[in-house]
């Protein structure tokens, strides 16, 4: 068994030395394969994540209040919302209060934060609706309240990321499945100039006994080397560019989305996974296609 499967390395290998300008080729297909999947991996990911955050917020409606509201008209906007039909609770927050929630969303970078010279964050009341879709009319009726300088909603932020999330999914599928198969076809036909260039010795192992199976490894081995091989590259290569990018602009992101990128160790170790498990069955479909008319299997 051992001497057996270290013949099918032996071969692959041999035959990988062999064709180098087509198993290059193949190397370079999947490769160029993985890389577009990885960003295009990254990307929906980190989408994702904010949509979720903002999804957090569907039953949310915030209330920013001018500074110069009184105190006296704040009670009786939170008497008048709280007895609506609607509302679960309301809630108000101070000054303090919205800049100690952001010092806790921006978690080990809120040193930023230390440098301002006031609080700029306004006052608010925060109510949480029964249901999502009871949210715009609580809205309608908070909009007649006076002494309000914005009110917060955010069901059509989410229903616009959702839509763009889906599209990114969507054209990311296609895109890949396309890559898929022309990655399969590339190494196909790698492998199947490899057993032309064999054929004469294919026959005479034929002739004396020798499985379909024992034939096939060699090939076989050889599609898998290649997909390995690309795959360690390309989540290389991605895993360094999302370090770059997370390094250089995770700040700026967190400042306008109120949340980070998803950590560089869990991306990595995902595409990693995701990159051999697609790598090596390219590889291996690649080579068991070219292998079908020749041995009739």
């Known amino acids: 068994m051992m001497k057996s499967f270290l013949y099918t390395l032996k071969q692959a290998a041999t035959q990988v030395v062999r064709n180098k300008t087509m198993a290059l080729t193949s190397l370079f297909s999947i490769t160029a394969m993985l890389l577009i999947l990885g960003m295009f991996f990254i990307l929906a990911v980190n989408v994702n994540l904010m949509t979720e955050n903002t999804k957090q917020q569907f039953d949310l409606v915030e209330i920013y209040l001018l500074d110069e509201t009184p105190e006296s008209d704040i009670q009786s906007m939170m008497q008048s919302l709280s007895s609506l039909d609607t509302v679960d609770s309301v809630e108000f927050l101070s000054k303090d209060d919205a800049m100690a929630e952001m010092q806790d969303r921006w978690g080990e970078n809120a040193y930023l934060l230390d440098g301002l010279s006031e609080n700029p964050l306004p006052r608010s009341i925060r109510i949480t609706v029964h249901d999502v879709s009871d949210a715009e009319s609580v809205v309608e009726y908070a909009e007649n309240f006076s002494g309000v300088e914005d009110i917060k909603y955010s069901q059509s932020e989410v229903e616009k990321i959702v839509r763009i999330t889906n599209g990114i999914q969507i054209g990311a599928l296609i895109v890949i499945l396309f890559l898929i198969i022309v990655s399969v076809i590339v190494v196909s036909n790698t492998v199947k100039l490899t057993v032309l260039a064999r054929g004469r010795e294919i026959s005479i192992m034929k002739y004396v006994g020798a499985t379909n199976w024992f034939i096939r490894g060699p090939f076989l081995a050889e599609g898998i080397i290649i997909g390995i091989i690309a795959a360690a590259v390309s989540s290389g290569l991605v895993s360094l560019l999302y370090y770059w990018v997370a390094r250089s602009f995770s700040q700026q992101i967190l400042v306008l989305f109120s ?24 590889g291996a479909v690649g080579s068991i296609i070219s292998m079908r008319k020749f041995l009739d299997a």
């Open 259 to 282: 949340t980070g990128l998803v950590p560089i160790d869990f991306m990595s170790g995902n595409l990693i996974v995701i990159f051999m498990s697609l790598g090596i069955s390219i």
